[in-house]
């Protein structure tokens, strides 16, 4: 009967290792950005909460890219989506100390107006434009794209940086009439506001002025040295998110409420909308270098600080 006993203990302990993903995972504290930038996640987040992961993950969710860099900094969180320039900067101020493990998004900035009177980037002189993203990746791709095309900065274009809430506020009300936007806030914007349009895809705008680089928004870090003790657990990481790519790719509605759940977007019928706009993606290995840095070396040459001074070394990228 002991036998008998002890059988059956060992069989319902091997039938819940198949199940949940067993008991060796390791602990991963990671935060992830509200916005497009956090959206692939919520596949990965709804497997953690239901023990399908082999990892156990603990997500925070942060409005601002200051609070998840303040977090790697100080070792609270182990892995974080962040923007790509905010990546860079992060290994200059670090002296190396995070690296970049997978993309996550490509370009999602949108100009849009309350009216139809810009249809081309020289048609912004003398405007107004309130922008969203001060001191990443919008505020030096508007400006990249403003110069290439003749016109300063604060001189000829005047660009008034605030939130993303209360600009979409702007725009919906009419107070504003020009702004730049990410989607999804693109898209809660045009749904709450039937006047406001698409003026331009600033994708669009980055390809015909920059001859290398695809515009991308979104990463994936790492601490070093949490990678270099935990190389399997990040193995892991890295394919469980790109499962959870795949997973809000492929069932938009149900991403969508799940955006809503976990707090990466406000609203489900704004997330769901919103997902086969967001350009997601998951570029990991040796391909991350191939796919960031022509980015980067546009970004430098435009303005070394945005990312941070000087071009990252060979061991900012995280091959596994």
């Known amino acids: 009967m002991k036998k008998l006993f002890s059988l059956i203990l060992i069989c319902s302990f091997i039938f819940s290792m198949s199940v949940y993903g067993g008991s060796e995972g390791t602990d991963i504290n990671i935060a992830v950005l509200s916005g497009p930038t956090g959206i692939g996640a919520v596949g990965l987040m709804e497997a953690n909460d239901n023990n399908e992961t082999e990892n156990k993950y603990s997500f925070t969710i942060a409005a601002a890219n200051d609070e998840v860099v303040a977090g790697i900094t100080s070792g609270t969180y182990d892995i974080a989506a962040v923007a790509t320039n905010v990546a860079a900067n992060l290994y200059?101020?670090?002296?190396?100390?995070?690296?970049?493990?997978?993309?996550?998004?490509?370009?999602?900035?949108?100009?849009?107006?309350?009216?139809?009177?810009?249809?081309?980037?020289?048609?912004?002189?003398?405007?107004?434009?309130?922008?969203?993203?001060?001191?990443?990746?919008?505020?030096?791709?508007?400006?990249?794209?403003?110069?290439?095309?003749?016109?300063?900065?604060?001189?000829?274009?005047?660009?008034?940086?605030?939130?993303?809430?209360?600009?979409?506020?702007?725009?919906?009300?009419?107070?504003?009439?020009?702004?730049?936007?990410?989607?999804?806030?693109?898209?809660?914007?045009?749904?709450?506001?039937?006047?406001?349009?698409?003026?331009?895809?600033?994708?669009?705008?980055?390809?015909?002025?920059?001859?290398?680089?695809?515009?991308?928004?979104?990463?994936?870090?790492?601490?070093?040295?949490?990678?270099?003790?935990?190389?399997?657990?990040?193995?892991?990481?890295?394919?469980?998110?790109?499962?959870?790519?795949?997973?809000?790719?492929?069932?938009a509605a149900h991403a969508g409420e799940l955006c809503e759940t976990y707090g990466i977007v406000p609203k489900a019928a704004i997330a769901t909308k919103a997902i086969p706009e967001c350009s997601l993606c998951c570029v990991t290995g040796e391909d991350v270098r191939a796919a960031i840095e022509p980015y980067y070396e546009v970004l430098y040459g435009f303005n070394p600080a945005a990312i941070g001074g000087e071009m990252p070394g060979d061991d900012f990228y995280y091959e596994g």
């Open 92 to 251: 200059n101020k670090t002296n190396g100390a995070v690296q970049l493990a997978a993309l996550n998004t490509y370009g999602v900035l949108y100009i849009l107006e309350n009216g139809d009177s810009v249809q081309s980037v020289a048609d912004l002189e003398g405007r107004t434009i309130y922008a969203a993203g001060q001191g990443a990746n919008p505020e030096y791709v508007l400006k990249y794209i403003l110069e290439k095309n003749g016109l300063t900065p604060d001189e000829d274009v005047t660009i008034e940086f605030k939130d993303a809430e209360s600009i979409s506020a702007g725009m919906v009300s009419g107070e504003y009439d020009l702004c730049m936007l990410p989607v999804p806030a693109v898209t809660g914007v045009k749904l709450q506001n039937k006047d406001v349009r698409t003026a331009l895809d600033l994708t669009e705008e980055w390809d015909k002025v920059s001859e290398k680089g695809t515009l991308t928004m979104g990463s994936i870090i790492v601490r070093k040295e949490f990678a270099e003790k935990n190389p399997e657990a990040v193995k892991i990481f890295l394919e469980e998110y790109a499962e959870s790519i795949e997973t809000v790719l492929d069932d």
